[in-house]
Nanobody, 126 residues
Framework: QVQLVESGGGSVQAGGSLRLSCAAS????????MGWFRQAPGKEREGVAS????????YYTDSVKGRFTISRDNAKNTLYLQMNSLKPEDTAMYYC???????????????????WGQGTQVTVSS
């Protein structure tokens, strides 16, 4: 079991940037597939970005491609999500997720993670 704590959320105007951080503890992050999910009121939770154990493979939902970048620093047990050119439709609660690597392919953007943070709110105004 790994504990996850998100930070870096806040309010920003459209076109602005934010960097979310996810600090992992209780286990080495190098053994986990990790990702960022978000959920807006009235909508289903969706995968935003994901990373393989070393960051070699990354995936993004179409709506954020070219604007968001997922990265990780396993030495610091931290996952990041750099968000640029933010839009009002990016407003949501953002969650960090982790899944212990089984030796097979990571879940990617699929909702198959079993460790979740409490979330950090991102609000983008027009």
């Amino acid at each position: 079991q790994v504990q996850l704590v998100e930070s870096g959320g806040g309010s920003v105007q459209a076109g602005g940037s934010l960097r979310l951080s996810c600090a992992a503890s209780g286990d080495r992050s190098s053994g986990y597939c990790m990702g960022w999910f978000r959920q807006a009121p009235g909508k289903e939770r969706e995968g935003v970005a994901s990373s393989s154990t070393t960051g070699t493979f990354t995936y993004y939902t179409d709506s954020v491609k070219g604007r968001f970048t997922i990265s990780r620093d396993n030495a610091k047990n931290t996952l990041y999500l750099q968000m640029n050119s933010l839009k009002p439709e990016d407003t949501a609660m953002y969650y960090c997720a982790a899944a212990r690597w089984s030796g097979r392919a990571c879940p990617g953007l699929r909702d198959e993670y079993n460790n979740w943070g409490q979330g950090t709110q991102v609000t983008v105004s027009s």
